[in-house]
């Protein structure tokens, strides 16, 4: 299983960036996705998340501003973030649970994309 993020990049304060992520491979079922973030010198956080059912989870310092959906034809989550603010800077990682038609569910995390935000 493979999890393909893209749609970072450098926006301005107050700007919009979507971010996509992708999985691939021989997947029976998902269940969770999420976005998680690092900022240089801090510990990765929860941004959100979003379960097979659609429920989703936000971090309150995006919660109003970021939105996350999924696609399940797709097998792709989505992370749109609006209203951008230099704290928002940091590499985005994509998770997901994923389960195989050989394995149970397993965790995986995709590569990471830059999200630069100027202030």
């Known amino acids: 299983v493979q999890l393909q993020a893209s749609g970072g990049g450098l926006v301005q304060a107050g700007g919009s960036l979507r971010l996509s992520c992708a999985a691939s491979g021989r997947i029976s079922r998902i269940n969770a996705m999420g976005w998680y973030r690092q900022a240089p010198g801090k510990q990765r956080e929860l941004v959100a998340a979003?379960?097979?059912?659609?429920?989703?989870n936000y971090a309150g310092s995006v919660k109003g501003r970021f939105t996350i959906s999924r696609d399940n034809a797709k097998n792709t989550v989505y992370l749109q973030m609006n209203s951008l603010k230099p704290e928002d800077t940091a590499v985005y990682y994509c998770?997901?649970?994923?389960?195989?038609?050989?394995?149970?569910?397993?965790?995986?995390w995709g590569q990471g994309t830059l999200v630069t935000v100027s202030s």
């Open positions: 998770n997901a649970d994923v389960a195989t038609f050989l394995t149970l569910s397993h965790n995986y």
């Open positions: 979003i379960t097979s059912g659609g429920n989703t």
